[in-house]
């Protein structure tokens, strides 16, 4: 069956490291991935896109991986500051142009 | 350049009730795609709006339906509701490049309670 994981349980980080959160996913193959941030009451903000042919991508303090033999994606916050705490989504676009999104990781920034 | 806006922010209805949500996306977007979201299941596609017309469904009974108007505002309608209904309903629209939608932008959600 096809899956988009992320782990479920909550991450806690201490200020100034580097948090990693992970995406994986089953029977799909998509065209690109995009990681969004969602606070309390709000809607996902969009954050960053990668590519299938694409291995990483920055763009200020974040950085994404995608590795399609692993079908597996890597975000990377850099400097973590408690204004990071958040839900963090990861999302596939699927061969038949649906947006999959997984079920997300809540991110705790500890000052 | 205002964001996507979505209209009632909370409502409270009874089981067997119907109901209808608005989202108006930014300006220039034509795709707007909706979502339900829950705390057990996440978020889940219902369905994507192109130029009027329905591009892509999700795995939502008939009961859920929409539509895209001329100016790309969009409606949701979910008849005979459930107490599963209840949910957060995001709106997000997108531009369209080379066929497929990319970062999408959510509005804030309508928050549906059904009693």
């Known amino acids: 069956s096809q899956k988009i994981e992320q782990n479920s349980e909550a991450l806690n980080i201490q200020e100034g490291k580097t948090a990693t959160l992970t995406c994986n996913y089953t029977n799909y193959s998509p065209a690109y991935l995009q990681w969004y941030r969602q606070d309390p009451g709000r809607g996902p903000v969009f954050l960053l896109l990668i590519r299938e042919n694409e291995k990483e991508k920055r763009k200020e303090r974040l950085k994404v991986t995608f590795d399609t033999t692993l079908k597996q994606s890597l975000f990377h916050i850099t400097a973590s500051q408690p204004a990071d705490s958040a839900t963090y989504l990861c999302?596939?676009?699927?061969?038949?142009?649906?947006?999959?999104f997984g079920k997300g990781t809540r991110l705790h920034i500890l000052p | 350049k205002a964001g996507v806006t979505q209209t009632p922010r909370y409502l409270i209805k009874t089981r067997g009730q119907q109901v209808t949500l608005s989202c108006s996306p930014i300006s220039g977007h034509r795709s707007v795609s909706w979502y339900q979201q829950t705390p057990g299941q996440g978020l889940q596609f219902l369905f994507e709006y192109f130029s009027e017309t329905q591009r892509n469904k999700g795995n939502f009974p008939g009961r859920f339906s929409g539509r895209q108007f001329s100016n790309s505002r969009s409606e949701m309608n979910v008849s005979t509701l459930e107490l599963g209904d209840s949910a957060l309903y995001l709106c997000?629209?997108?531009?369209?490049?080379?066929?497929?939608?990319?970062?999408?932008?959510f509005g804030p959600g309508t928050r549906l309670t059904v009693t």
């Open positions: 999302a596939l676009l699927n061969r038949d142009d649906k947006i999959i």
């Open positions: 997000a629209s997108s531009l369209i490049l080379q066929g497929v939608p990319y970062e999408q932008y």
